[in-house]
């Protein structure tokens, strides 16, 4: 089915709806103002006396949600870090018993040689 321009213009020109067109829509909106029951807003209000729209809502769930994510991740980092210095500390604190451990046993060694004597007194390192 082909459609001309004429066609087009034809069905979008202007008709009048009929002289008792008006009266039609008044009586359509009184008869549905009539039939509407009032909601009781002020029960519904009586805690919360705020309306709040649902884009609204969704924009104060979103910020709610990004502040705790935000607070999660910052409590995580901190959590790591804490960990990475108990690691690194840790570590230092082997290496300090390790290098006494060592000394130690250099000085039990030397304690426990028989007395024989040495022409000269050297300075040992580990």
Known sequence: MHFSDDDL???????DPGADF????IS???AGRASAEPTPRAQSSRWWPFRFSPAFVA???????GAASWIGVWRYREHRAQIARAEQARAQAI???RITNAKLNH????VNQPDAPQPKVRRQTL
Request: glycine share 0%; hydrophobic share 70%.
């Open 107 to 110: 000085v039990l060694r030397q």
């Open 28 to 30: 359509a909106v009184e």
């Open 9 to 15: 213009a034809a069905a979008l020109r202007r008709k």
């Open 59 to 65: 924009v104060a769930v979103a910020i709610v949600l």
């Open 22 to 25: 008006t009266q039609r829509v």
């Open 95 to 97: 290496l300090a018993l």
